[in-house]
């Protein structure tokens, strides 16, 4: 697209200020602009007009837990420049059909040498017809708790007790790759890795942990902005001690938010406990799918990280054992299912998976959002079942349902 060609998106319902709208969107140069200016100073209309059928046009989603998919694996197939490429490439492009203009590559537990050969070789990168802009690595592991670990391999397991050099040397030079990172804030350490990561732009999520309340706080006001899959591999919620759950509702936090992710996929978490988080706090929820390579697979067994996992159905699990492990769900499944359990509105699922993750990593301005110089980063969706229709990034359609028939 030209940067002075101007394109107007008609005939569809938006998502803006917090609500559906009949209303047009118009792009120029990969952001969504102001026709304002258009009419009364620069005296144009749009180039190109493209009618969006009655369809909802909402932001492109934003999926900040993904550790592979369609047979890919983040944190088991980079060895080089090369391979990095072709993996990001195969897991970027396949979920652009699911709506995902953005993502964090997650990379598991994995001994120090694996971090060094696949960190340098994710490196950040812009959206286009190659796959979802990469907002850069997350890191799950291995600063966690073993009473916590779920699927993560025990053998590689660490504590950061000499802070930011145990970062350091965990994850080599190819942390200048990482945007979000997993840890237990109860660890030797752990606290001074909050501080270290918030002074790089490094957002730190608490997970995979034992902690308690009072320690998920002081990590919040140190400057923690996520709980990683609430409710999953962390204590569970009870009425004299709520665990990480409590921050949901805490009181003691400074003034600051903490978001936190959730996989709706009706295996990681009850319906109801959907519910309970969803009616207590749903302006800091975020859809995540935690999808492992085998998403859009068949039942079998795959190699995940360091282990080796089965997948049956909708569940999949570490081999032989009955730990769950990634899900195989897609961010527009788990929209339609979040949306069934929680009984929210169409608004609050979008934005589950667009506007809250892009809040949690400090890109509102630019993703997440329709609002005026945003990127045109957006999907459309049939309003009857908000099944993928069209993907655009940088106002570019990256994927179309009816590419065949050469509508939208």
């Not at 200020?17 to 009364?40: M, S, T, Y």
Request: proline share 5%; charged share 20%.
């Amino acid at each position: 697209m030209s940067p002075q060609r101007v394109t107007q998106f008609t005939n569809c319902t938006i998502l803006k200020n917090h609500q559906l709208v009949k209303e047009d969107i118009w792009v120029r140069g990969g952001k969504i602009i102001n026709p304002g200016p258009l009419f009364f100073a620069d005296r144009k209309n749009a180039d190109n007009k493209i009618d969006c059928k009655g369809n909802i046009l909402a932001p492109g989603f934003i999926d900040l837990q993904i550790n592979g998919a369609f047979g890919a694996d983040f944190s088991y197939d980079i060895v080089d420049v090369e391979s990095g490429a072709k993996v990001v490439g195969k897991v970027g492009k396949g979920i652009l059909a699911h709506g995902v203009t953005s993502y964090c590559p997650t990379v598991v537990t994995s001994p120090p040498e694996v971090y060094h050969k696949v960190l340098p070789n994710i490196p950040r990168k812009p959206g286009g017809m190659h796959g979802a802009t990469v907002l850069g690595v997350h890191v799950e592991g291995p600063f966690i708790n073993t009473e916590k670990k779920g699927a993560h391999p025990e053998q590689h397991i660490k504590h950061p007790c000499k802070g930011m050099e145990s970062v350091e040397e965990m994850y080599g030079p190819g942390f200048s790759n990482v945007s979000l990172i997993t840890l237990g804030p109860e660890l030797e350490g752990s606290m001074d890795v909050v501080d270290g990561c918030v002074k790089r732009g490094v957002c730190v999520s608490l997970g995979h942990t034992m902690a308690e309340l009072p320690q998920g706080e002081e990590a919040v006001r140190r400057g923690a902005r996520m709980v990683t899959h609430l409710f999953n591999a962390m204590q569970s919620f009870h009425h004299r001690d709520p665990g990480l759950v409590g921050l949901l509702t805490s009181e003691k936090l400074d003034g600051n938010r903490i978001w936190y992710g959730i996989i709706a996929d009706g295996v990681h978490a009850h319906p109801a406990a959907i519910r309970i988080a969803y009616k207590t706090n749903f302006e800091n929820l975020v859809l995540v799918t935690d999808a492992i390579l085998a998403m859009g697979f068949k039942d079998g067994r795959y190699r995940f990280g360091q282990q080796e996992i089965e997948v049956k159905g909708d569940k999949a699990y570490v081999a032989d054992t009955d730990t769950l492990t990634g899900s195989v769900a897609t961010m527009q499944s788990s929209i339609t299912k979040f949306i069934k359990f929680s009984r929210c509105s169409t608004v609050e699922a979008l934005e589950a998976a667009s506007l809250h993750p892009a809040q949690a990593m400090g890109i509102e301005k630019k993703k997440g959002t329709l609002e005026f110089e945003s990127d045109a980063d957006f999907v459309l969706l049939n309003p009857q079942d908000l099944s993928i229709q069209s993907t655009w990034i940088g106002g570019e359609c990256v994927f179309d349902l009816n590419v065949t028939t050469g509508e939208l």
